[in-house]
């Protein structure tokens, strides 16, 4: 991910790659916790719109959060 990072910076993306413990904690309680604080923190910076880049994992978590906090 780091890689795509850098190549999103250069385009001008601003970007966010939140840690978490994939393997100590649920779904649900991953998707409730690291989805909202990435979110806030985007729109605390005043991004205008909120790209998802994910693989694996983090893919799960922000469709669970989606679906159950429509943005």
């Known amino acids: 991910m780091g890689l795509l990072r850098r190549f999103l910076n250069h385009k001008g993306y601003r970007t966010l790659n939140p ?3 994939s ?12 989805i909202p ?5 985007c729109r605390s910076s005043n991004a ?5 880049v994910t693989h694996s994992m983090g893919a799960i978590l922000v469709r669970w959060y989606l679906k159950h906090h429509p943005m």
């Open 37 to 41: 604080e990435a979110v806030d923190a």
């Open 19 to 21: 840690g978490y413990a």
């Open 23 to 34: 393997r100590s904690a649920s779904i649900e309680q991953l998707g409730r916790a690291v």
């Open 48 to 52: 205008g719109t909120i790209h998802f």
